[in-house]
């Protein structure tokens, strides 16, 4: 696979994501959900931290906006070191299998760092609200942007039984985190890296070239035995 292939593949998640993103922010209330079937919602949320909504603030004396700053400039150096891997895999004629995962986690890394250093300057809020694209007055400036997330699967929503231990009575809900398109290409991506392991970090196609190069051949005839 080569770099012109990779290209094209991020840019297609970048479109979808962005897509997605913009179509939400400007026709869904904050909080504003859809039921598309019953274990499959459209909901919509803004995430101001990181992976499930964790923030800095919430480990280190620090305020919000000093975390979320510092959480947008990690995810921006993170962005040239993927950016980097990828041209490197590609460079040296790796699998398909890795360049799919990287590109996958390379786009899905590009999508959100994409919310976090612009949105809050084109867009306005979403409380109480349907959001303006390219706003007069914005809700934040650069690198304080909210990810937008909206995928929301709710595969089994219930309530424990009364007699369990603990739990009786309470709610209990599998799957809660709610994502977006970024977020599943870099699952995905990962899930790749984990599953295929093997086959992602085999030898490179000219390793394999090389091998097929130093194969015996075959003998067209069979040997005749007197």
């Known amino acids: 696979m080569n770099l012109k292939k990779s ?3 991020i840019l297609l998640i970048l479109l979808v994501d962005q897509w997605s993103k913009i179509y939400i922010k400007t026709n869904f209330v ?3 959900s859809v039921d598309v079937f019953s274990w499959f919602k459209i909901l919509f949320i803004e995430n101001e931290g990181a992976a499930w909504g964790a923030k800095l603030s919430d ?3 620090i305020s919000d906006a000093t975390g979320k700053l510092i959480l947008t400039i990690f995810r921006l150096f993170a962005i040239f070191g993927i950016g980097y891997w990828l041209y490197d895999v590609v460079r040296k ?3 398909k299998t890795l360049i799919v995962a990287v590109s996958l986690i390379f786009a899905g890394a590009l999508g959100n760092i994409l919310d976090s250093v612009f949105y809050g300057l084109i ?4 409380y109480n609200q349907v959001a303006t694209l390219f706003s007069d007055e914005p809700y934040g400036k650069a690198f304080y942007g909210k990810v937008v997330d909206m995928l929301y ?3 089994v929503d219930t309530t424990w039984r009364e007699w369990i231990p603990f739990v009786g009575g309470k709610n209990f809900r599998f799957f809660e985190p709610v994502f977006n398109i970024a977020d599943t290409a870099i699952s995905t991506g990962v899930g790749i890296l984990l599953v295929f392991n093997k086959r992602a970090f085999g030898k490179t196609e000219e390793e394999e070239g090389l091998d097929d190069s130093h194969e015996k051949p075959e003998s067209p005839h069979e040997p005749i035995n007197e």
Request: net charge negative; charged share 20%; proline share 11%.
């Open 7 to 9: 290209i094209v593949l």
């Open 59 to 61: 480990v280190l004396p």
């Open 30 to 32: 904050l909080g504003e």
């Open 153 to 155: 699967f709710p595969l």
């Open 123 to 126: 867009f306005d809020d979403s």
């Open 93 to 95: 004629k790796s699998s």
